[in-house]
């Protein structure tokens, strides 16, 4: 009995310190040993840090079935589970972690703004401080090389391309009428206030398949999940004033702002030269609900509503008392987005945006009354088989109907369309290591217009070069269905299109960016009519077609000088097209050869101030000089505009804004209007189109109250 | 039989004086920790959570560590992968033990590494999801010393880059002290600590606000 007692006992010590040995060896891919990975049996507190040669042995008294798992930053964290005793001796490869800041983003053609992307060409804030950019976020990423400065246009052209050829997108559904009607001449505004948004994406060619219509590129905002608290905004500005008002609950949040512009007092004291009989006036709203589910499920509503009118008479050759101009527009747009997360590592985005647009318009003698219903559905899923391999794959739905009534003294006609448009994408997203990576994918749209059915493959390869350095690859191609001032005169079109090629590098240090990123546009099937205007009458075909290739350099620096900020931006744009009523193939008076930007802050602390400024220059554009004869032969003057902004900190609560457009007032010239007939010299005289106004002034004061003391409206300007 | 009897009641003994391994973990952490071997401190409270699976310590403590030796990095590479892990030390903390102001106060710290490094890139969006962090804090453990010293330092901060007297939060400084020494430290290895970091502070208040 004492022995086998004893012989129990001893046994079960022996079991209870029985101990047995875990060694091996820690590598990367390449083999080279990983030093300082931390290896240990999961659910014991056996383990060990591997030494210089990525070694690794310790004991435990553990047996069985365990799991061994091995760590270290910047390598994705193995995992194996397995009796104790293959545990000796074993090899242990760790994948590198792809989702770090140092490995390769499939970027060609793209730039990010806001905190949510690896290397942000822009800043939050620079959305809203950049000089010039008054609080439109589309002035900021004017400032981005790719970007063509139109000055009495205001909307985005992108590498050859006319502004309708970009398109915007919020949450990923389609904004039908980004940009709030504007006249002739007088630069166009973006609807949305930039503070709505927490990152901005601008791609200026070969991007992913899930967007589409759009020739030239696409702008993709990401608005705010999660307002940060409960305050109320006050604005009073040089040129109206605003509201606005965020609450929180537990589970959602609701964000108004209303806004009123009324630029008469503006105008009185500085009078531009045109013969304002009601100044722009516009009223809008806007508000956005978010509600968050228990399963992580968001749902976001926007709405927003505005009214603008305005009415003019502007300079014209060919009128003595000028030609009057009247608007009155009215907008109103949802868009309703959700997301969750689902079981095994799915994802699921859907949404609804719906505009209706109503503009009446008084040109000359004729009246006309353009609506505009669209709406734009989409449901996309998403599967994410590991960091290295992910699934997009979606179907979406967009439909607009447009109807015109003209009436002027002697004719009135109606005109109306449905232009929808079915469309699918799948892409890939494929890293086979942290250095090469791609994304492959392909899109099917069919018109029901044009009653044709169309494919574009993409494809985005990227590798790491160095420590700090990457190339990029990009082809795909693009359709897009021609524009309703066709559309409603004609369906027997097929969709425009373009394929791009785009070679991008890409150095990235401390603080320092430097991007160079060449690329080839080759339009085809562009829309070609034989009459001076867009005319019910006119012939129309596709046998329209064009190029446009390039340079654009970006270099961004926020180290070298204490509390300064700086970037660069150099685009060299070569091209040509024969489209619309062209008789050969001629570059178009939007693009310029040569476009420049230089946009610089400062900090400086003692004057609690931030300082900016910023220089953009345009090389001449084109024009056609019937004196001459030949077709959009000349060159204007080249366009330079210096402009300045300060804003002043009050108090963490009040912020104080000044900002001066063209501060030298250099006297730009936005083209040339020739006389329909010649004078008795036989010449045709010529008006210079100069801008409204040289310069612009813009003083604000912006007044926050919550409960915190140190929100501000910073993020407003 | 006696023999026996007495191995069994030594074995018992020492198993009973001996520490646990939770304990001889943590004190083993810790000296890392003093001895600024961060990896190892981190890599062994590591260990310790993945066997401790319902106590938020180590976790915290692994989090915490990474995000303290993150600042005054250069390589934003670094200091991302570096607060990525911390992120997820802290959202190991949090699933065991919801609602601690502890860990909610850390998650500030992690927004604060990252404001320090660039305040133009992060600044915008994390001062105000910080904010935030204090108030619900604050809520939840209103006496709770630390929530309170780090409010009131993330306020002083404020106050000075705005170049406002620092003189109104000192007061609330001069509270944290307070509630420090009358904390009540029950639970072994709890983050008990600030109370110097507190009195640093208001040292230097006494020198800024008094009259010379």
Known sequence: MKTLLFLLLTLFCYSLFAQSTISGKVIDQQGTPIMGANVYLSGTYDGTATNENGLFTFETTTTGTQTLIASSISFETYSNTDDIANFSSITIKLKDDVNTLDAVTVNAGTFNAGDNAKVTALKPLDIVTTAGALGDFVGALQTLPGTSNVAEDGRLFVRGGDAEETQIFVDGMRVFTPYSPSANNIPARGRLSPFLFKGITFSTGGYSAEYGQALSSVLLLNSINEPQEEKTEISIMTVGFGLGNTKKWKKSSLSINTSYINLAPYQKLYPDNNEWHKPIESVGGEAVYRYKFNNDGLLKVYGAYSSANFDLTQEDINEVDGIRFGLKNRNLYINTSYQDFLEKDWSIATGVSFANDRSEIKYSDADITDVENSAHLKIAFKKFFSSRYKLNFGAEYFATNFTENYLDTNFENDFELDNNILSSFIETDVFFSKKFATKIGIRGEYSELLQEFTISPRLSLAYKAGTNSQFSLAYGEFFQNPKNDYLKYSSDFIAENTTHYIANYQYVKNKQIFRAEAYYKNYGDLVKYDTPFALPTSTYNNEGSGYAKGLDIFWRDNKSIKNTEYWMSYSYLDTERDYQNYPTSATPDFASKHNASLVVKRWVEDWKSQVGFSYNYASGRTYTDPNKGGFLTEQAKSFNSLNVNYAYLISPQKILYLSVSNVLGTKNVNGYQYADQTNMDGIFDRRTITPAADRFFFIGFFWTISDNKNDNQLDNL | ?212
């Open chain 2, 1 to 212: 039989m006696k023999s026996v009897l007495l191995i069994a009641t030594f074995i018992f003994t020492l198993s009973i004086s001996a520490q646990t391994p939770y304990e001889k973990g943590m004190n083993d952490a810790f000296a890392l920790w003093e001895q600024q071997k961060n990896t190892e401190a981190v890599q062994l409270f590591e260990r310790i959570a993945s066997a401790e699976t319902d106590n938020w310590l180590p976790a915290y403590y692994a989090g915490l560590i990474e995000i303290v030796s993150s600042f005054g990095l250069k390589d934003e590479a670094l200091l991302t992968s570096k607060l990525t892990r911390a992120k997820g030390f802290l959202d190991n903390a949090s699933a065991i033990s919801k609602d601690n102001p502890e860990i909610m106060i850390s998650y500030a710290l992690l927004n604060t590494a990252y404001i320090a490094f660039d305040g133009a890139k992060y600044g915008m969006t994390l001062s105000g999801e910080n904010i935030a962090i204090y108030q619900k804090a604050q809520a939840i453990a209103p006496n709770n010393p630390r929530v309170l010293l780090g409010k009131t330092e993330w306020d002083m901060g404020t106050a000075k880059f705005f170049g406002k007297s620092i003189a109104p939060y000192c007061e609330d400084i001069e509270r944290a002290i307070i509630l420090f020494n009358e904390e009540e430290q029950t639970i072994p290895y709890y983050p008990y600590s600030g109370l110097e970091r507190a009195n640093e502070i208001s040292s230097n208040c006494k020198k800024e606000t008094s009259p010379n």
